[in-house]
């Protein structure tokens, strides 16, 4: 047999590019969370509660971003 010959199962290829992607986002938003800790608590010397409390975020968005 040669590869021509082969069937290729378009699902199985959906199936396979599909877990890929969602494996690539996963492995971003832990990247992201990772990089706000080494960020936040590392670097800025803050604690590492404060890392999730939105209210953190905001006062970080606020300074950057004051007229």
Known sequence: MTEES???HP???GLRRSLLILCIIVALIVMLFIGMIIGYVVLGKGNF???FHF???RHVYDLIFAP
């Open 6 to 8: 082969v069937p290729v």
């Open 11 to 13: 699902r199985r290829t």
């Open 49 to 51: 509660s404060d890392v």
């Open 55 to 57: 209210s953190t975020w």
